[in-house]
């Protein structure tokens, strides 16, 4: 895999990029000035990261394998140490299926319903293969998220969930909060912008908001 250099990601126009950042030259960027990266952050092959008004924030120690894409209008957060296995989705816009409006950019945004709202991926977050979070939704700090799953509501802290809809299946160990500890310990060396982007402790909880009915996924 052939990472994008430090120049050509300045090229770019990130908001913010940190230390240790490998972008693949085959991942498709727009928006790139809503962007900000954090340290030791990697994003794999056919990746798209379409940032729109609200901006996709990454903190560090975070891999984005590929295929997965992050898009909408409102902000998308990736918070330290999460992971998104390949083809995960996450959209902070998404249309309405329902028929009750049109569907699909090339339409006149008066006759659809599209719902935007924020999405935030919580620490130590991690997202199985194919899974597919939509608007709306805060995944919590340590939740596991399995493979082909539909994330249509916010996830608790440290839960394994599972499913269409996303079901809980279990509880998650903190352990790894230790090693975050240890990691950190050994590695006290953070960049300006690796500061600024990460966020200790769990994410805040989301307000409720209304949602229209929807099939999974995004026109």
């Known amino acids: ?17 940190g230390a240790n950042v490998l972008v ?10 809503r962007i900000a990266l ?4 990697r994003i794999d092959d056919f990746c798209v990261l379409s940032a729109g008004e609200g901006g996709i924030r990454i903190g560090s120690f975070v891999h984005v394998a590929c295929q997965c894409t992050l898009i909408g209008k409102e902000r998308i957060e990736l918070d330290d140490f999460c992971n998104l296995s390949g083809r995960v989705a996450v959209y902070s816009s998404s249309d309405d299926f329902s028929g009750t409006g ?9 006759l659809r319903r599209v719902t935007d709202a924020p999405v935030r991926i919580g620490r130590h977050a991690i997202l199985g293969t194919g899974a597919v979070v939509l608007p709306g939704v ?4 340590g939740a596991a998220v399995g493979a082909l799953t539909l994330v249509r509501k916010s996830l608790a802290p440290f839960t394994m969930y599972a499913g269409i ?13 230790e090693l975050e500890a240890r990691l950190r310990a050994e590695r006290p060396d953070r960049s300006a912008a690796g500061r600024k982007l990460s966020r200790a402790g769990p994410p805040p909880a989301t307000p409720p908001t209304s949602r229209r009915k929807r099939s999974p996924g995004r026109g």
């Open 1 to 17: 895999m052939a990472f994008l250099s430090r120049q050509a990601l300045r090229r770019l126009g990130f908001a913010a990029i």
């Open 138 to 141: 805060t995944v919590g700090e």
């Open 102 to 110: 049109m569907t699909n950019p090339m339409v006149p945004l008066a």
């Open 38 to 41: 954090g340290d030791h952050v």
């Open 24 to 33: 693949s030259d085959k991942a498709s960027i727009h928006g790139a000035s």
């Open 165 to 177: 809809p996303a079901r809980r299946i279990g509880a998650r160990s903190r352990a790894l909060l």
